[in-house]
DNA sequence: TTCGATTTGTTCGTATGTATT
DNA sequence: TAATACATACGAACAAATCGA
């Protein structure tokens, strides 16, 4: 039982997939916040009208895109940022020895500029639109790892301010997240060697000129929309960056 | 409150859970090789006497690890490494501009050695049990881009000869599937930058000393049994490490 | 502490649609 | 065209986890 004679519309998506979609301008629209619940499965089936398995199917898709979290007994909740788990879901950096150590950072500066060169085009932003451009460091063991450049729209993160980034309590997307409503899903690196920048050699204290892993993060929320460009330099004599492959390659998304 | 009286059994797997790792042996056993298409799920479910559903739920996640892919109309087949669409599955270097291009190989040296240090460890070997080493010069649009060290148990690949490996049609992986049965279905990348040796330097047309990307790749068959070891240089100038991440932290396997 | 309501997890079954050969 | 295989959708029942009364 096909639903519509087919107008010549879209290649008639199956059911499920208009269900996710459903669901996911529901997120996008903030109806249902990173953190809090989304209504039982028996209920939202009720309310698209459809089964419950046809249901389960949409959110599974939802899940394995690390979009919400089922509880069994609970309920299916949004991701959040903030929670151990998620805290080192996008963070690469270990040890050479092998194990992950807590960071802890520190904000060089923080000031407003104007969007230009590759930060602005990954961030889809005109040149000369107003930006956040901001300058940390990462330490890892009480030695400093990563010299992060963030640059962020300003219109994404109106009235941010350098005292709000520094007492955020989890990490940086917690942040986005928890105040401006926010929810980074997906990042896409780059990453190449380089001699560190007298700046960057500065941050790391580091000899200017050593070779340094420079990786290019944009960082994505719903419907790939970019939110954030930064460009990171590591020290790589005592931490690696580490990539496990095998599975999803980029599938999933930007199909409507 | 667990249930069992405490048999001392495992946990007590879901039937699916249970259907897919018979599935798994089935594969490493051979019964099925890469290229080849499993019986149908109709027939499947029974064998293992379960509902086809049930068989369904086993294969899907074999399908999200990319061990097997659906054919609807025709099948499903074990993954094989020398198709187009798997040839970029584990390759990450793209140029600056984004594009792929098609890579072209270069067979350096091929030669007996006794195993030790970081390859041996990370393969499992015993210090001084045969393997080869082999050096290999990749090129993008014509120009060194890639140089590598790779080290292989001769116990997994009896008779390999230089011959064999410059002969090969497809890839490495390829190779190594069509010949000796082997499925690289994971790999794990360790990235550090550092001064190009003058080995790699020469490989790569490169000064000496200037800074490059180190990879540090294992690659894994089914049960994460490691079965290559291989250290990359690879000249960012021109070209970058892609990662993509957004689902799919290391889950699904290792289980039992 | 126990109990019961709620919610997700697992398993089964059936019917029908669509792609391949 | 017909047979086969996977894809989608529906429904039902029970298990297991969670949480509050």
């Given amino acids: 039982m096909r639903r519509a004679p087919a107008g010549a519309h879209p290649p008639a998506n199956p059911l499920y997939k208009e269900v996710k979609n459903r669901l996911m301008r529901g997120l996008v629209a903030g109806e249902w916040k990173p953190g809090q619940a989304i209504p039982s499965e028996w209920r939202l089936a009720g309310r698209y009208g459809v089964s419950v398995g046809t249901l389960r199917r949409a959110v599974d898709e939802l899940v394995a895109e690390k979009i919400v979290q089922r509880r069994q007994g609970s309920g299916t909740f949004v991701t959040t940022h903030t929670e151990d788990h998620q805290l080192y879901y996008f963070f690469h950096i270990v040890s050479t020895g092998g194990g992950k150590e807590a960071p802890t950072h520190e904000l060089l500066s923080f000031r407003r500029d104007r969007a230009k060169g590759e930060a602005a085009s990954q961030l889809k932003l005109e040149r000369g639109e107003p930006v956040y451009r901001i300058h940390n460091v990462l330490k890892l063991a009480d030695r400093p790892v990563i010299f992060d450049e963030i640059t962020l729209p300003v219109a994404r993160f109106p009235d941010l301010t350098k005292s709000l980034l520094a007492a955020r309590a989890g990490t940086i997307y917690g942040l986005y997240q928890a105040r401006y409503g926010i929810n980074v ?67 999933g998304a930007a199909e409507p």
């Fill in 185 to 251: 899903i997906r990042i896409s690196e780059r990453l190449s060697a380089a001699r560190a920048s007298s700046r960057q050699a500065a941050g790391l204290q580091l000899r200017e000129g050593e070779p340094a892993l420079i990786i290019k993060r944009v960082a994505y929320t719903y419907h790939d929309t970019p939110v954030e460009y930064r460009v990171s330099c590591v020290n790589t004599a005592q931490h690696e960056y580490l990539s496990d492959l095998w599975k999803g390659a980029p599938a």
